[in-house]
């Protein structure tokens, strides 16, 4: 029944803009992922702050969860409405509020996507860096703490946020932080909401760090025979301070994927791509040095893509590994998984996980943004073999536990959501019953995203 009230209200608010029609209500359910289908009761369009915390306030009054959604794309279950309730999806919320390219900063509302942001910026010589590859939008990159291929020199959103507007569970509109690139003015309230997967609030607008785009750019790849020695050139490249913009491992089952799928005719080795950012003569000095590395770990076959159309096509294919590695077997689900470790431990974590995966009967990709010690495993399974299924979580289970015993974290940017959930309290211990704390005063109610973040929820 209080559903129905709340669905009868938020209709009242919003007209058309309240769907419940079967495809919208199972496109908002859904995930990139292994996850089950789990539709909302309804899915909402607002178009401005006022409308969400109008929204969030007639949830709260019939204790109705609030899902807020961005593209959709996070691997982890983040998104999907577990619990029923209204999804709030941010599609229409999709501009930009101001630009200031004499401070590099830009307030923009959630839902403009970082490839719609970065083609609005592109006449400024201004860049955002952020880049998960999937092409999700700013609200739901700061609610996962995203990063990606160019964290390793720019950040993540932890780095690149300055400020937020959120809608809190009780429908008041705050703001955290400010345009100034620091503050000591109290609780870092931006880094509490960045990361929170909507958990706290909904996030209705952010302000921006932007960078200037580089004078030159150049990006290769190499090949090495052997994982470790990949690996291990890493390592040095990162333990030298070369400024790396990029620094991406795949293995062979990927650069296979590559091959098949983006028509590349790459050795069926493992690889490192690189970018280089900076002026001309610095991105020679460092791409000198990298090259000098390499060599000494045994890697061949430079390929540099010194044009912009070639840089393109190459980290085109390099965003793509997912569905390359998906059609490498065809109807197969998969448990996508991330694991990040201290720099120095990545040879092990990488080696054992590559062994380990090699053991078990399905195929398991390794990728990742190495250079900062974080790489992913794309676990392929047959979904009417359980036996197939169960090999892949026990893999990502395993990568997990190698991962807390080498320093390292359960998920180094996909998130928590659902599948991470359970190794909270490995990670946390106590500090998770602080989590937990937070979430009950924020949101007394637990309507925002309920299910996920916390013990219990
Ligand atoms: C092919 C592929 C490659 C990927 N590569 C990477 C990668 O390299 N690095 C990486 O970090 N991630 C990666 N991801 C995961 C995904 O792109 C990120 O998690 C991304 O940040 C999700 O953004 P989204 O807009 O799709 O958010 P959604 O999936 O829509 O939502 C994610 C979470 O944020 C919440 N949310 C959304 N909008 C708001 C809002 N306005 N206020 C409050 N909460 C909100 C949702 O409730 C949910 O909990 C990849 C995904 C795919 C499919």
Not at 360 to 372: A, E, F, N
Not at 386 to 413: I, N, Q
Not at 447 to 452: A, D, E, F, V
Request: aromatic share 6%.
């Amino acid at each position: 029944m209080a559903i129905q009230a709340a669905l009868a209200e938020l209709s009242n608010l919003l007209g058309q803009r309240l769907s419940l029609s079967k495809s919208d209500l199972e496109q908002h359910g859904a995930s990139e992922t292994h996850f089950p289908l789990t539709p909302p009761d309804a899915v909402a369009y607002p178009n401005t702050t006022e409308e969400v915390s109008e929204i969030v306030k007639i949830c709260a009054r019939y204790g109705c969860p609030v899902i807020g959604w961005g593209a959709g794309t996070s691997l982890e279950g983040q998104a999907q409405a577990f619990s029923g309730g209204i999804s709030v999806d941010f599609r229409n919320m999709n501009k930009i509020l101001r630009l200031s390219p004499e401070d590099m900063d830009v307030a923009v509302q959630p839902g403009i996507t970082r490839e719609e942001l970065n083609t609005e910026l592109r006449a400024t010589g201004l860049f955002f860096p952020v880049d998960p590859g999937a092409n999700a939008s700013i609200g739901g990159m700061a609610s996962t703490r995203a990063s990606g291929t160019t964290a390793v020199r720019y950040g993540t959103m932890r780095d690149n946020v300055l400020g937020l507007e959120v809608v809190l569970a009780d429908g008041r509109i705050i703001r955290t932080g400010t345009r100034a690139r620091k503050s000591s003015a109290g609780y870092d309230l931006t880094g509490l909401f960045v990361g929170a997967e909507g958990t706290l609030g909904l996030i209705t607008e952010l302000t921006l760090r932007l960078r200037g785009q580089p004078e030159a750019i150049t990006a290769a790849v190499c090949a090495f025979d052997r994982i470790e020695d990949a690996v291990s050139a890493v390592i040095d490249t990162i333990q030298m301070g070369i400024p790396m913009a990029r620094i991406e491992f795949v293995d062979a089952a990927t650069a296979a994927a590559f091959n098949a799928y983006s028509g590349s005719d790459m050795p069926e080795c493992p690889h490192l791509m690189v970018e280089f950012h900076g002026s001309e003569q610095g991105v020679a000095e460092q791409a000198e040095t990298f090259g000098a590395i390499v060599a000494d770990h045994g890697g061949k076959g430079f390929e540099w893509a010194m044009k912009p159309e070639d840089r393109n096509a190459l980290w085109t294919m390099r965003h793509h590994a997912h569905w390359a590695c998906m059609a490498s077997k065809p109807g197969a689900r998969s448990i996508v998984t991330d694991i990040c470790v201290p720099i120095s431990k990545l040879a092990e974590a990488v080696n054992e996980t590559a062994a380990d995966i090699a053991a078990s009967p399905i195929s398991g990709p390794i990728l990742g943004h190495v250079g900062d010690g974080n790489f992913h495993s794309i676990l392929l399974f047959d979904p009417s073999k359980p036996e197939e299924e169960k090999a892949a979580e026990d893999l990502a289970h395993r990568m997990v536990e190698r991962s807390l015993a080498l320093g390292g974290t359960v998920t180094g940017e996909h998130g928590i959501g659902i599948g991470k959930l359970k190794y909270m309290d490995a990670e946390h211990g106590a500090a998770w019953d602080v989590m937990g704390q937070m979430k009950r005063a924020l949101d007394p109610q637990n309507i925002m995203n309920p299910g996920k973040m916390v013990r219990g929820n």
